[in-house]
C-alpha cells in the first residue's frame, strides 16, 4: 500500500518499502490546516519513560519440567546463572531461573496457577488470540527483564525501547514453543495473545508492531475507535483513528492502513500533527493532537478520515 504524507518540511521524495512519502513545498502548511485538524492536546514530550515495563506471563496447560524449560532457554540464547541451582534446591520455591542475554538478565518464574480474576482472558485480542486456545490454562510463567540485576541499564532512547521490548519478545516466543503453552499475556500492553500469533509475530514473519504497540477497536455506541496501546512506552504517541457512521470507508481497511503506518513508524520514521496522509495523492487525511481514547491525560495522533 502507498501512503502519501505532506508535512510542512521542504520539497523531497523518499522511498521505504512500500511506503511512498511525498514531501511538499511551504505550502503545504496551509494546506494541512485547510483540512481543519485543530489539536486539542499539548505535543507530546517525545521522551521513554525511565522504567520500563517488560513483562510478560506465559499461559500453560501443565507443567513444563525443569529440563524442557532450562533447555529452552538455553536454545533462545540465554546462559543461565549458577545461582539458579541453589534458588531451586528449595523445594517449596517456585521453580526460577536467572538467565541473561546480551547484557540483560530475564527472571523465569513458574507459578502452578492461573492468573486470578481472569485478567488474562479480559484482554484476549479479537485478532491475534484465539479465545479456545486459552481456555482453561491453569498454570503460568512470569517473565520479567530485571534491569538492577543487568550489565545493560535501562534504555533511554525510542531505538533502544524498540530493541529492549524486542528482545523481551523473542525469550517469550521461544517459551512459547513448551509443549504447555498456550498464549502469553502481556503486562505492558494489557493484552493476551495465543501462543501461534505470538510466535509467528516474533520468530516466524517478524511483524513488531503486534507485540510493541497491538492494534484495538471498540465503540462508544455511535462512533469506532481504532487505537493503538504500546508507542508511549518507546518515547512515542499513541495512534487513533475515530471513524464515524458516515465514513465511507471499511472498518478493516482502517485497521490495516494503521497497522502500515505503525510499521512505518517502528522502522524510525516520524509523524508530526498538522502533517496530512493518505493512500493516494489525490487522498487528504489530516493528523492532529488529541487525547488519547484510553487515557485522555495523554496526547494521541489522531488521523482524520475526512471522508
Not at 500500500?1 to 505550502?27: C, D, H, N, V
Not at 491453569?138 to 517473565?143: A, C, E
Not at 550489565?151 to 523473542?170: F, L, W
Not at 494489557?190 to 501462543?195: P, S, V, W
Request: net charge negative; aromatic share 10%; proline share 7%.
Amino acid at each position: 500500500m502507498a501512503i502519501y504524507a505532506t508535512p510542512t518540511q521542504p520539497e523531497s521524495t523518499l522511498m521505504f518499502g512500500w511506503l511512498k512519502r511525498t514531501f511538499g513545498s511551504e505550502k503545504s502548511s496551509s494546506a494541512a490546516s485547510s483540512y481543519g485538524a485543530t489539536s486539542t492536546a499539548p505535543e507530546p514530550s517525545f521522551t521513554v519513560p525511565e522504567e520500563s515495563t517488560n513483562l510478560s506471563f506465559v499461559l500453560l496447560k501443565g507443567s513444563p519440567t525443569e529440563e524442557n524449560l532450562r533447555e529452552t532457554l538455553i536454545h533462545a540464547g540465554l546462559t543461565i546463572d549458577e545461582q539458579d541451582d541453589a534458588e531451586n534446591a528449595d523445594e517449596d520455591a517456585p521453580l526460577t531461573f536467572f538467565a541473561s542475554r546480551e547484557g540483560v538478565t530475564y527472571m523465569i518464574s513458574h507459578f502452578p496457577a492461573p492468573i486470578p480474576d481472569g485478567e488474562a482472558e479480559a484482554v484476549a485480542h479479537p485478532f491475534f488470540c484465539d479465545s479456545d486456545s486459552i481456555e482453561g490454562y491453569d498454570q503460568h510463567l512470569i517473565v520479567a527483564a530485571m534491569y538492577s540485576l543487568s550489565e545493560r541499564s535501562e534504555p533511554s532512547t525510542t531505538e533502544e525501547a524498540i530493541a529492549a521490548i524486542s528482545d523481551h519478545a523473542d525469550v517469550v516466543a521461544h517459551l512459547l514453543g513448551l509443549p504447555e503453552a498456550v498464549g502469553v499475556y502481556s503486562g505492558r500492553v494489557a493484552t493476551t495473545f495465543d501462543a501461534r500469533s505470538y510466535r509467528q509475530a516474533v520468530l516466524e514473519d517478524p511483524f513488531p508492531p503486534i507485540f510493541i504497540s497491538p492494534l484495538w477497536v471498540n465503540t462508544d455506541g455511535t462512533n469506532m475507535h481504532f487505537y493503538s496501546f504500546g508507542l508511549k512506552d518507546v518515547g512515542l504517541p499513541d495512534l487513533q483513528v475515530i471513524k464515524r457512521p458516515s465514513d465511507n470507508i471499511d472498518p478493516n481497511e482502517i485497521y490495516g492502513y494503521l497497522m502500515d503506518i505503525l510499521a512505518y513508524i517502528l522502522q524510525g520514521n516520524r509523524i508530526h500533527a498538522g502533517e496530512t496522509l493518505g493512500r493516494t495523492a489525490e487522498e487528504k487525511f489530516t493528523t492532529s493532537w488529541q487525547p488519547w481514547v484510553v487515557d485522555e491525560g495523554e496526547t494521541a495522533l489522531q488521523i482524520d478520515l475526512n471522508l
